[in-house]
Structure formats: C-alpha cells, structure tokens
C-alpha cells in the first residue's frame, strides 16, 4: 500500500481522532490556566496523575464514568494546588510546574508498586464498549463516538463561549491581562487565578485519561512528552482554544507517522519518535522570528496584582 | 527565610515525610530510618555511592545556577547530559589511557553539552526565557530518541543496547582513598568541585556575570547602556549547557566505561532542586547536591522496605518547599516581555 493510502486508511484516520484528544484537552487546560495569568508547565504531570486517577478508580468500580470522573477529581485538585502555590503564595509558576511533573513521575510509579505490584503498567481496563468490530467503519465510529472525544468537542465549543462571553470569566480574563487594574476595579486576582487554575487542570487530567481509555491501561510514563507538546501548542496558538485545536490535528498527524512507517526499523522509528518534537521547536522559532505581531502571551503572566 | 534555616527545614520535614510513609506501608519508622541512614552515611561504601551521585547533581546544579544568573530556566540538563555523556562514550573508545585524553574528554563533554544547548541558546536571544524554556524541556525529549537513534545506528556494540568499552576512564578514587573501594566515586568529584569553585569566582567577579544579572534584572535598561542583550543571554545558556554536559565525565568516564541509554537520567531534574536549595555559593551547591545524593542512594537503601520512588516525591517537594521558604523568584517571564519593546 502506498504511503498517502495507509495514511488516509480508516485505521490511522480513527488513530489521528484518538490521538489529538490528549492535545486538544492538555492544551486547553494550559491556554485556559494562562489566559488567567498563571504559568502552567505542569500539564504532562497532570496528565500522568489524571490517567493513573482514571485506571484506578475504573478498576476499582468497573465504572469508565467513575474513571473519567476521578481524573475531574485528580486535576482540580492538582491545579488548584498549583494555583494556590502560584497566586497566593507567590511562589515561581515555572517551578511549581516542574514539581507537579516531578511528582507525577514518581508518584504514579508508587501508586503503580504499591496497587498493582508492578513498576512499568497497571492491570488492562475494558473502558467504553461501543462500536466493537474490527472493520475500519468501526473503529472510525469507536473513535468519533467516544465519550472523550465528545466531550472534547463539547468543551472546546463550551470554554473558549463561556470565557470570552461570560460576566464571571471577565475577572479571570482582566487577571490573566492586567492584573494591577483588575485589583484596583475590586476583582479577586487570587481567587479568578485559583478558578482558572482549578478547572484548567482538570481539562488536562481529562487528556490523561482518554489517554488512559486509549491504552486500555496505565502505563508509567505513558504521556511521552505530549504535555510539552501541548505547551508547545498553547505558544503557537496564541492562547487562542480553536487555533490550538489545529495544531493538535497536526501534531496527531505525526504521531500516525510512526504507525504508518512501524516497519521500516529500529533508526527509523526513533527518528520518527523526535519528529514532533522537532516540528515543534522549529515551528516556535519560525513564529518567533518570522511573524511580527502574532503570539503575544497574556499580558499579565507571571505577575501579580500588586 | 535565609537558606541555611530552609535546609533544615528540610530536613526535618523529609524526616518527619520518611515517618509518615514507613507508617503507611506497615513498618516501624525507626526500622526505614535506620536502614535509611545505615545504607548512606552509615558505611564507607554509602559514603562513597553518595559522593558518586553528588557529582553529576552538582554539575548539574551549577548549570541551572548559571542559567538562572541571565534569568534563563535550563531545565534542558537532562538532555544535554544524555547527549554529552554518548559523545564521551564514542570519544573514549578511540582515545588512548592518559591525562591528555582525560583533557580531551572534557573538551568533547562540555562542546556537546553547548552544543545541544545550541537551539534554546538561539531561541532566547530573540524570543526570551519563557520560550528557550520550553525548548529546552523540547530538547529533553528529543534527547532520548536521539540517543536511541545513535545507538542503533551504528555507536553500540553489535548484540547490545551500550556503546563499545572505552579505553580512556578516569581512575576511581578508591586508589587514593582505600576505604571508598567498590564505590563508583572517581576523580570526577575533585574536578567538579573545582568546577564549582571557578564557576563562584567567576559568577563574582566577571564582566560577563555582571551583565547577566543586570539582563536579568531589566533587559531593556540592560541594551540602553550598551549590554549586548542577546549575545549575553546566548553564552548563559550555552554555558549552563557545557555544565549539564560534564555529567558525561562521571557517570560514562568515571563509572562505568561506556554508555548506555539511561545512564545519568534523572540528574538533570535533580540539578534544579540542588540549584534552588544550594543558592549561588560553591559551598551551598556542594551541600544540596549531598542532601540530594544522600536521598537518591537512600532510595536504594529502603527499597526491599518501601517503593524508592518515594525520594522523588521529596524532590519535588524540596523543589516547591524552598521556592516557597527564600520567596525566590527569578525567572524572566514574568519580568520581561517575550520580544524586545
């Protein structure tokens, strides 16, 4: 089969669907965290910590829903961590999220040893059975009716509406823009940033785990970097949801790369792994250094309301 | 909170954080402390397993310390290491077994540490240091497959994931110190010592540290007097990378004569936490770099009792409990625009 024929075959098409869901909702977490001001590097460990949430509590229950729930759970509890360390403890939002990676690296392998009694992987979980058939008209419908993938779509027509249309998200915008004045007019800079915080880490707990759902388990370290990736997205997206939502598309293309090409060996694959990360790095400087007034972050990142 | 009073904040709270955890898996706090203390500082074999993974932590260290002295965040170490330490690798295989190789060895480690800092050292002089962050965490990941690719292509020894035994090492220390013998301690340490101790010096009296600090401080003030911002930030960065680099020379050199994927990992992490902890004295950087080698062997000390994985949630939270501790606060984002204004 020639190239342009596997890579527009049903599988991969339902593999590209799959894939773009952890960087759509990973990088939504971090445009929504940033746009209220609070530097947010933290997202591949909110990923792991919101997969290893959802395999646990859907092993524990049997529930997928239960497991979805439980990285909700998971990720507004970590970002509201980070969010109160970041907004009201003043502490560096750039170290408070290599922390949160840190401690999602080793806390999800003692979770793993002392639950499971394995370093590298959790007991394989059933997820949603719908569609099941190995035709491609099927795993195609697997992947676009997939309750992540809805509720991804739903979010990202849900969050960018109620962020730029709402009353109550003006405080997280005017805290995320300019901090200073939001005080001065009597918005509560700390307490927008802990909400925009809170929920931004739950949607990036949610990538984790249709991550998770993906993979039919938890395996330690499974994110592979794609949490930078979807930094990496925020950046190039200008803090825009619906921007950052094609760039997953892309980034999810190179990733089907890998499958496409799984035959052509060892160098190859490895070559193939770095892809999207050297797409992303060139892409960030051809955006720096070509285009003059695009890509500004929020204006108010990193400091603070006095 | 000065530092010193951090540090044994630290302590105590690690202390106090081992007791709760043994407690939860069912053992006597008195039993995981003892083997704690029993397997680091507690024999001459401890002792010098610990001042084996201070080396790399404190080179490391160094290398977020110089970054941070422009207001750059390396949080690239690991990569860089990774890619320096299979330079050394390849290098030592060809390189006859005396001084001047050891020379050369440090040479090659340092140019490929620089070298791999390359990119983010050129994204910082446009862009700034919120984006030559995230290239440098990009690079971290590109590392590995890189290092993969490497190896696979050619570098490793047929039928096996290392690179061939190289024949220039640097000598163990256990030849001047008996009692360190089976420890993987080598002359390594001495020279990242002197490596600290000339980094101090030069972070004090140099033109080019100066200017750093005053980058860091106000870039547009800085380019007002005749700072070559982007050259000054470029070189800060290129060399937190020669730094991260030299980790090379002890864990590929020192230890174990050739590479293999893997080898080092983890110390670049652990060099931000020496960074925050140790401050920007040599001495503090010597003393966080022990506390976290003391953690990292004292993983391996407690294991049969509870999951070594334990010590990195303590990294992390040493990492966020000095952050929050000094009130620190250095990174340039929030200073500085992304583009010059």
Redesign the interface.
């Known amino acids: 089969m020639s190239f342009f024929a596997t890579l527009f075959s049903a599988f991969v098409l339902a593999q590209i669907v799959r894939t773009c869901i952890p960087y759509v909702l990973g990088a939504m977490g971090g445009i929504l965290t940033e746009r209220s001001g609070v ?1 947010q ?1 933290g997202i591949e460990g909110l990923m792991l910590l919101g997969g290893l949430a959802c395999v646990v509590a859907e092993l524990a229950t049997g529930s997928p829903w239960v497991g979805l729930l439980a990285a909700l759970a998971m990720g507004a509890f970590v970002g509201l961590v980070h969010g109160a ?1 970041v907004a009201v ?8 999220g ?6 999602a ?3 999800t ?2 979770a793993l ?2 639950l499971y009694r394995s370093t590298s992987n959790s007991p394989s979980i059933t997820g949603f059975r719908w569609f099941e058939g190995n035709d491609g008209v099927h795993s195609i419908l697997r992947a676009v009716v997939h309750p992540t993938t809805i509720l991804a779509i739903a979010l990202l027509l849900l969050v960018p509406w109620l962020l730029a249309r709402t009353t109550r998200s003006l405080a997280i915008r005017a805290a995320g823009d300019e901090p200073v004045a939001a005080r001065s007019l009597g918005v509560d800079v700390p307490k927008a940033r802990l909400v925009a915080a809170t929920i931004g880490g739950a949607l990036a707990a949610l990538g984790g785990a249709s991550l998770a759902q993906d993979m039919h388990q938890f395996q330690s370290g499974m994110t ?2 794609r949490g ?2 979807a ?2 997205i925020v ?1 190039l997206s200008g803090w825009n949801f619906r921007r950052a939502a094609v760039f997953s598309i892309c980034f999810a293309i190179l990733d089907a790369c890998q499958i496409v090409f799984q035959g052509a060996g ?2 190859v694959g ?2 193939l ?2 892809l999207p ?2 797409v ?2 060139a892409s ?2 051809f955006s ?2 070509g285009s003059r007034k695009k ?3 929020p204006k108010g ?3 603070f309301e006095t | 909170m000065s530092r010193p009073y951090a540090f044994c904040f630290c302590l105590l709270v690690s202390w106090l954080a081992l007791d709760l955890f043994a407690l939860a ?1 069912g053992h006597a706090p008195f039993e995981v402390v003892a083997a704690f203390a029993q397997g680091t500082w507690g024999t001459t074999y401890g002792i010098g397993q610990i001042l084996f993974k201070a080396t790399p932590l404190l080179l490391t260290g160094l290398a977020v310390r110089v970054a941070l002295r422009a207001g750059l ?1 390396n ?1 690239g170490a690991e990569g860089q290491l990774a890619v320096a330490s299979i330079a050394v690798g390849a290098v030592g295989v060809v390189l006859p077994q005396n001084p001047f190789s050891w020379i050369l060895l440090v040479v090659v480690a340092a140019l490929s540490g620089a070298l791999f800092a390359a ?1 983010p050292a ?2 910082s002089r ?2 700034g240091g ?2 030559s ?3 440098t ?6 590392a ?3 290092v ?2 490497l190896l ?2 050619g570098l490793a020894e047929t039928d096996s994931s290392h690179t061939r035994p190289m024949r220039a090492t640097l000598p163990r220390l256990d030849v001047i110190i008996p009692s360190l013998h089976g420890s993987a301690v080598s002359v390594a340490l001495p020279f990242a010592i002197a490596v600290a101790f000339a980094v101090d010096a030069f972070l004090r009296r140099s033109r080019i540290a100066r200017e750093w600090m005053f980058v860091r401080e106000n870039r547009v003030a800085s380019a007002k007097v005749g700072i070559s911002v982007d050259r000054r930030l470029a070189q800060a960065m290129l060399v937190s990378g020669a730094l991260a680099g030299l980790v090379g020379l002890a864990t590929v050199a020192g230890y174990k004569g050739y590479y293999e994927q893997g080898l080092g990992a983890g110390a670049g ?1 652990a060099g ?1 936490g020496v960074a ?1 902890l140790g401050g920007e004295s040599a001495v503090g950087l010597i003393v966080a770099a022990l506390l976290f080698g003391t953690l990292s062997q004292g993983g391996l000390a407690i294991n049969a009792l509870l ?1 070594r ?5 303590f ?3 040493i ?2 409990f000095v ?2 501790l000094t ?5 340039i ?2 200073k500085i625009r ?2 010059k204004s």
């Open positions: 530097i590097i360390l403890f003043r502490v560096d939002g750039v170290i408070s290599l922390a949160i990676n840190l401690f690296l080793g806390g392998r003692v040893r002392t592979n970097g930078f990736l930094i990496a950046i060892r160098v490895d070559a792994t770095m990360f050297i992303a790095l960030l400087a720096m250094f890509l500004e972050p990142l990193g400091r | 898996y965040f949080v990119v050129i994204l446009r862009a919120g984006l962050l995230l290239a965490i990009l690079m971290n990941r590109l590995d497959p890189l993969a690719l696979h292509a992490f931000i925050l999951p994985e334990i010590l990195q949630l990294e992390a939270g990492i966020v952050a929050l009130g620190e606060s250095w990174s984002i929030g992304w583009r």
